[in-house]
């Protein structure tokens, strides 16, 4: 499985931004997928997850900010990220759970700044 991360930039505090991540390969073996993000000197983090049926779980720190969305006919994972803050800044990477394995995407940067 292959997963292809887009979307990050710099962003103004209050500002959006909507992260994709396209999936390609075996992703048949795929069940749920994610969104993580690492800022510098932290352990990564969950952002948000969801299964295959739509069912989505956000952290409490984003909830009501952030809003995980898929497009299985696509193969495509969405995270859109509104009222952004500057403790959102971070490395994201989109993931897809496989039956013994989690694949990651390569990181798109996501800068709050003004």
């Known amino acids: 499985v292959q997963l292809q991360a887009s979307g990050g930039g710099l962003v103004q505090p209050g500002g959006s931004l909507r992260l994709s991540c396209a999936a390609s390969?075996?992703?048949?073996?795929?069940?749920?997928m994610g969104w993580y993000r690492q800022a510098p000197g932290k352990q990564r983090e969950l952002v948000a997850t969801?299964?295959?049926?739509?069912?989505?779980n956000i952290v409490d720190s984003v909830k009501g900010r952030f809003t995980i969305s898929r497009d299985n006919a696509k193969n495509t994972l969405f995270l859109q990220m509104n009222s952004l803050k500057p403790e959102d800044s971070a490395v994201y990477y989109c993931a897809a759970f496989g039956p013994r394995l989690t694949y990651w995407g390569q990181g798109t940067l996501v800068t709050v700044s003004s």
């Open positions: 969801i299964t295959p049926r739509g069912t989505t």
């Open positions: 390969g075996s992703i048949g073996s795929i069940s749920g």
